[in-house]
């Protein structure tokens, strides 16, 4: 690792994304490392971990922001509506349901009169919550549009609009770069753009208080009093940051901007002492990159095709759908765009959509940027260059850097009328103008240009960006410095040209060098599990995994929801902890990714907490960059669709769409399984029927420990059977079916039957070894945990288990429905040899697909395993 040079003077800039796309930033950090200056730049990470990087001699810092103030806004925001929402909240209203379900339970289980009247009232009263929870879903949804009226209005509000409130993330970029700051030695502060004005201004101030010397430089990238407006960019927002300029712009020692009529309108409207310097982000001229691809060949045009071209930033304020639109009356021209930071970006994807509903997609193309300086040789090759800008006050004193590096590869321009690039291309004939969002003129300004009319001269561009090119404001730039600590700072080399460094340090300098864990080819796997551990699956997983592999080591992360049913785990976090405490979450990320070779991320929940988002995507990201390898596992309910399960299934609980708890899972799968299936990654079922929602998923088969499990007890020779009923979840394993037969079967005198239901592990295991028949479930269709765990003890088990199920190979479990569990229970009671022999092959069964290995086998296969 280079680090900064001991000069005398340093300067730490701070910028608020990551640093690599940002060519101004690492521009001007070359810039004053050239004139003697120690650089670093700090910047965001998009990994969640802290970076590392270097580009000569300037030390590139990435650290990750979270989101703990916005997020706490957001939850201090929804506090405050519900406590003003007229609706009976969703919890009540099926706490009230499930109160009657159990009145209604406890009437079937009697047969008087005054019994059966008793039922009819508890019916009666069942229909009205229900009606009163249609109601109460109809007056939500107009709270939900009367909110949404209230936030669009409040949006185009730019009074009272405090940074304070309105931008709770400014506060979680202080909490992130603050300390970093703090910690680093440095005597100017370069606050790139208005985000981090607030943070240099107070860091200054701490510094000064310490007795030591300290400065910082607003650098004003864009007129934010008039950004342009699009997504949650709306009036309030932009008035809240121009209210944090306002407040620190006075307290800069130097202001440098990057126009002219910026400069004056900062001075104006802020009341300056001194004009901003203008430092323009114009290109480092020299001779256009040899190793650049073309453009045209990229898309394999012909050098006769007409080929326009915009590269940049992509926003509906870009203009850009001026362009697209115009493609329908220049049918023989196409249309590239270079989406800087991707293509992947939803902008670009729109404009995309927009391509196909007029029919020019096939001359419409998005691509990815190529390196900052290869851009001017990528573009060359195309016939226009175009800068669309929509009218916004920003644009009207912009000049952005893609306009010169259009000039530099030889392209004449063509732009929208916003003042200073209008004038600018009037002025210097370098391309023709149309009018904003204007379709008929942009077509008619770029036909001449496609006919090869105003093309400017290459002697005269280059006349042209002569005194414009980077080096000149690199000057610039430097004078500020020298103003602010003294002669120390050097100018130009002897000669009058720029400083050596700054000739042979290039952007493309940028290597990153970050730490990360040694691959998983060069020591044993560490294979982590979390955050769900639901029956325990994700302890049986990892013990299988090392038995399978040795020398993998296993832990599971567990969160302690205050159940009395636990399981045991390597790590059990409480869930007021995992949800609120960014530290924990912080802490347990950095000993993951010093440790981990691979992690399995159970249900689709993350397994740090909600600092990275509130389901796995983000920590799989966070994971991947830190050379993790990342799977999915998937139990069951999170993942499998109600109305699927409806249509297969007859006994479905998921019969009523509109039941609570069946809209609740519907909604939550098709939130999950669309993130699930675009996952790139190899992702686990647990159970078989979870294959018909994912079918390119790997099965997990559930383990059990089978010796912990066997029991010696004899089955099914006492006169009256036990049977034993455990539902983990009643409402999905149909018990009000069991509860009516096991009724009229114990009236009847001919078994003994127990209901084991939310009680410690050690308790069911005992209720089931001791019993002859466990009812599993008798609505959606498939086998689980609690079955394979019965099988082991050699318990005869009763389900309904699918065709679709069945159909893997043969299951010793006794079929029933809830329409003939009666009477099968009669015949098993009838042919006891039968169900003896039926529970004995259970046994065999959960040892051959269940006791760990299969499933070890597949997380060595899958996963690619290592040990030692």
């Not at 400014?170 to 370069?190: F, R």
């Not at 347990?588 to 010093?594: D, G, N, P, Y």
């Not at 909604?667 to 647990?686: I, K, N």
Request: proline share 6%; charged share 25%; net charge neutral.
């Amino acid at each position: 690792m280079t680090t900064a040079p001991a000069g005398p003077h340093r300067v730490l800039m701070m910028v608020g994304n990551d640093v690599r796309h940002d060519t101004r930033v690492l521009k001007s950090a070359l810039a004053l490392a050239d004139a003697g200056l120690g650089v670093t730049v700090l910047g965001l990470s998009t990994t969640g971990r802290r970076e590392e990087s270097d580009l000569g001699p300037v030390r590139i810092i990435r650290v990750p922001a979270g989101r703990v103030v916005r997020d706490a806004a957001a939850v201090q925001r929804s506090r405050r509506r519900s406590r003003l929402a007229l609706a009976v909240p969703e919890e009540e209203r099926q706490a009230r349901e499930q109160r009657l379900t159990l009145r209604q339970r406890d009437r079937e289980l009697q047969d008087d009169l005054g019994a059966r009247v008793r039922a009819a009232q508890v019916d009666l009263a069942h229909r009205s919550v229900r009606a009163r929870a249609e109601a109460d879903r109809r007056l939500r949804r107009v709270e939900r549009l009367g909110w949404r009226l209230v936030d669009a209005a409040v949006s185009r509000s730019p009074v009272a609009a405090s940074w304070r409130r309105v931008l709770p993330e400014i506060d979680d970029y202080a909490l992130a770069l603050g300390p970093v700051v703090d910690s680093l030695e440095w005597d100017v502060i370069h606050a790139h753009d208005v985000h981090l004005v607030g943070i240099a201004s107070h860091a200054v101030a701490r510094r000064r208080r310490s007795g030591r010397r300290a400065d910082w430089v607003y650098d004003a990238h864009e007129y934010v009093a008039g950004i342009s407006l699009y997504g949650s960019r709306t009036r309030r927002k932009r008035a809240a940051y121009l209210d944090l300029e306002r407040e620190y712009i006075r307290d800069a020692a130097a202001v440098i901007t990057v126009t002219d009529p910026l400069a004056d309108r900062l001075r104006r409207d802020h009341r300056l002492r001194e004009r901003p310097t203008v430092v323009m982000n114009s290109p480092v001229l020299g001779p256009l990159s040899p190793d650049a691809p073309s453009l045209r060949r990229t898309l394999g045009l012909a050098d006769e095709v007409p080929l326009l071209v915009y590269a940049g930033g992509v926003s509906a304020a870009r203009g850009i759908g001026t362009a697209v639109e115009a493609l329908v009356r220049l049918p023989s021209a196409h249309l590239a765009v270079v989406a800087v930071p991707s293509v992947d970006v939803q902008a670009a994807q729109r404009l995309a959509e927009l391509a196909e509903r007029l029919g020019v997609d096939d001359r419409f193309h998005l691509v990815d940027p190529v390196a900052p300086e290869q851009v001017s040789a990528f573009v060359s090759s195309a016939d226009v260059g175009l800068l669309p800008l929509l009218h916004f006050g920003s644009h009207e004193v912009a000049l952005a850097n893609k306009l010169f590096e259009y000039l530099q590869g030889g392209l004449p321009v063509l732009v929208s009328d916003c003042r200073a690039q209008a004038d600018f291309v009037s002025t210097h004939g370098v391309g023709r103008v149309h009018v904003a969002g204007d379709v008929d003129s942009f077509v008619r300004e770029v036909e001449p240009l496609l006919r090869g009319e105003s093309v400017p001269a290459p002697g005269l561009v280059a006349e042209l960006l002569a005194p414009l090119a980077w080096e000149h404001q690199a000057e610039r730039l430097r004078g500020v410095y020298a103003a602010l600590l003294g002669d120390e700072v050097r100018h130009s080399a002897a000669d009058g040209s720029a400083p050596a460094a700054l000739r042979t340090a290039r952007v493309t300098e940028l290597a990153d060098v970050v730490e990360v864990p040694a691959p998983t080819a060069a020591r044993p796997s560490v294979l982590a599990i979390g955050p769900a551990n639901m029956a325990g699956q994700a302890w049986e997983w990892a013990r299988a995994a090392e038995r399978v592999v040795p020398g993998v080591r296993a832990e599971v992360l567990s969160v302690d929801r205050g159940s009395a049913v636990a399981f045991e785990a390597d790590v059990v976090v409480p869930a007021s902890t995992f949800a609120r405490d960014r530290g924990w979450a912080e802490r347990r990320q950095t000993e993951a990714l010093a440790t981990w070779t691979h992690a399995l991320l159970e249900a689709g929940r993350p397994v740090f907490g909600t600092m990275n988002g509130r389901d796995f995507t983000g920590d799989a990201n966070v994971l991947r960059a830190g050379g993790v390898e990342v799977g999915l596992v998937m139990h069951g309910s999170e993942i499998r669709s109600p109305a699927g399960n409806a249509a297969r299934s007859p006994w479905s609980p998921f019969r009523d769409p509109g039941e609570p708890l069946t809209r609740r899972l519907q909604e939550q799968w098709e939130t999950l399984h669309p993130r699930v299936r675009a996952f790139d990654g190899p992702v686990f079922v647990s159970t078989p029927d979870l294959l018909v929602d994912l079918p390119e998923a790997h099965l997990l088969p559930v383990v059990v420990d089978v010796d912990a499990w066997a029991s010696a007890a004899p089955v099914l020779e006492r006169e009256v059977p036990r049977v034993v009923h455990a539902p983990s979840r009643a409402a999905l394993k149909g018990s009000e079916h069991v509860e009516r037969v096991m009724a009229r079967l114990v009236a009847d005198g001919l078994v003994e039957y127990v209901r084991v239901e939310g009680v410690p592990p050690d308790e069911v295991r005992a209720a089931v070894r001791s019993c002859d028949i466990v009812l599993d479930q008798f609505s959606i269709g498939t086998y689980g945990v609690l079955a394979a765990e019965a099988m082991a003890a050699g318990r005869l088990v009763v389900s309904y288990v699918s065709p679709l199920v069945r159909r893997a190979g043969e299951l010793p479990i006794v079929e029933a429905t809830p329409e003939d569990l009666e009477e099968v229970l009669r015949s098993v009671l009838a042919d006891r040899d039968a169900a003896q022999a039926t529970a004995a092959a259970g046994v065999a069964f959960v040892r051959e697909h269940h006791d760990g290995r299969r499933s070890g086998e597949v997380l060595r296969d899958v996963l690619g395993l290592r040990g030692t």
